[in-house]
């Protein structure tokens, strides 16, 4: 175990649990866009229903979901920060199933363009990202990640994959509409991609969103 886990991360708040690991998952879901949503609503699983307002796990994820860093001082202040910028948000209480205790689903629209991700704090400010518009996976965020939105037909991954210059760790993909024949793939990288507008000229790519690591 190492030192930072026994004396726990710095950063604002009262648990790196119900506070930072919770605004990770939020700040994931901001970096797949790279923006403020324009609204969102966040169901709180298990503890995280419980103690959303005593451990400020609300203030986290609004935080997290507008950018915030763990360290930023802005972070006490996430509500009159989300009135000002105008973001319409909620949090609801949800049972999502055989998840693990602090989860939390995190339903956001940018545009006109809705995504969903799913995530848990699973202790010590470490997190699982289990979900992404629909597609199961197992992302603890220890790497740059690519999220597609591709054409579901032979041979798309294979170009997809043609086209990135740097080692792949994991990947995950799934069909997500049949009639429209498209899929979504997530992949996990090394490090981060250099030729990220390339991947999105590809003719099978429709989405692309690049979400870095935190350091």
Excluded at 12 to 29: D, M
Excluded at 56 to 68: E, K, N, P, S, Y
Excluded at 115 to 120: A, D, L, N, T, V
Aim: with cysteine; hydrophobic share 40%.
């Amino acid at each position: 175990m190492s030192l930072l886990k026994i004396l726990g991360p710095v950063m604002v708040g009262p648990s790196s649990s119900h506070t930072l690991g919770a605004l990770k998952i939020s700040r994931f879901a901001y970096k797949l866009v790279g923006k403020t949503p324009d609204k969102v609503t966040f169901l709180l699983h298990g503890s995280f229903s419980k103690t959303y307002k005593g451990h400020g796990t609300d203030r986290a994820l609004l935080a997290g979901i507008m950018g915030f860093k763990q360290d930023d001082p802005r972070i006490k202040d996430a509500f009159e920060v989300a009135k000002e910028r105008g973001l319409e948000y909620s949090f609801e209480i949800q049972d999502l199933g055989e998840v693990h205790p602090n989860t939390v689903r995190i339903k956001f629209e940018v545009e006109g363009i809705v995504h969903e991700i799913e995530g848990s704090s699973i202790g010590g400010g470490d997190i699982k990202i289990t979900n992404i518009d629909s597609v199961p996976c197992d992302l603890s965020w220890d790497y740059d990640t690519l999220v597609i939105v591709n054409k579901d037909i032979p041979k798309a991954l294979e170009k997809i994959l043609d086209a990135i210059n740097v080692n792949v760790a994991n990947l995950y993909l799934r069909r997500i509409n049949a009639l429209l024949e498209r899929a979504l793939t997530i992949v996990e990288l090394d490090e981060p991609v250099d030729n990220l507008e390339e991947i999105k000229k590809i003719p099978y790519v429709y989405e692309c969103y690049f979400i870095g690591r935190d350091y």
